[in-house]
């Protein structure tokens, strides 16, 4: 009797799997593909955090100038910073490119808070959009987001009811940590933290600069005219 022999059925090239030479070369084009994305993933991830931390220190610098208008925090607590009224012999100059800045914020008018100590005079602002005065130990808390450095800007002699400049600067809370000074603007230099960074930023830098003419009822056009500036031989009150 003969016995038939049957094949062993080979398996298809499907169902072969892989060899361990391709699976270390499948590795190794993954790990090159990752290596090229990676400083895109990192900076795109970096830009988007910085530009949420802007966003959310220009809403701080916000709330605070509606704190100020509202008269919710007292002028008591804002330093004053008197500038000369302005004269054909010496105008107002409110560009940086002027060189002399004086009615921006700059650090001759308004020196950059003192790290750490500094923090203790500043308005702190927490996450759930509350201010807190500079008093308040809630500053030191895990929710608070920013520090608040706030100047009123006024002409020499002039009163509240005339109306004012308030300049603020908003900065992040890890800036004071006691590791170096903090950066503000000069009066030919803009200084403060961009949006596209590929990093942490630059945070001994002010997040916000920024200025906005505070007005009553009672600030009058010679008033404004004397804080502001004027037109080049013009008097306030021609």
Do not use: W
Not at 106 to 126: F, I, Q
């Amino acid at each position: 009797m003969v016995k038939r022999k049957y094949l062993q059925a080979t398996p298809s090239s499907g169902e072969s799997g892989f060899t361990i030479i391709e699976s270390l070369m499948a590795i190794i084009v993954a790990a090159i593909l990752l290596a090229a994305i990676a400083p895109v993933l990192v900076l795109a991830t970096a830009t988007r955090v910085q530009a949420r931390r802007i966003e959310l220190a220009t809403q701080a610098a916000k709330t605070f100038i509606d704190a100020v208008q509202s008269q919710t925090i007292s002028l008591d607590s804002i330093t004053p910073i008197s500038l000369s009224a302005s004269t054909g012999a010496d105008p107002r100059k409110v560009s940086v490119a002027d060189k002399q800045a004086d009615y921006l914020v700059n650090t001759t008018n308004m020196p950059a808070p003192v790290n750490p100590t500094g923090k203790s005079s500043l308005y702190c602002y927490h996450s759930d959009g509350k201010l807190k005065l500079p008093t308040d130990t809630d500053c030191d808390a895990a929710n608070n987001q920013f520090f608040i450095q706030a100047a009123q800007i006024k002409v020499n002699s002039s009163t509240p009811n005339e109306g004012y400049r308030l300049a603020i600067r908003v900065y992040r809370k890890d800036a004071f940590d006691g590791s170096g000074a903090l950066l503000a603007s000069t009066g030919t230099q803009n200084i403060k933290q961009q949006t596209f960074t590929g990093g942490l930023g630059q945070k001994k830098a002010p997040l916000v600069e920024m200025t906005t003419d505070i007005a009553t009822k009672n600030t009058t056009f010679e008033a404004l005219c004397r804080r502001l500036g004027r037109a080049e031989n013009k008097n306030c009150n021609s």
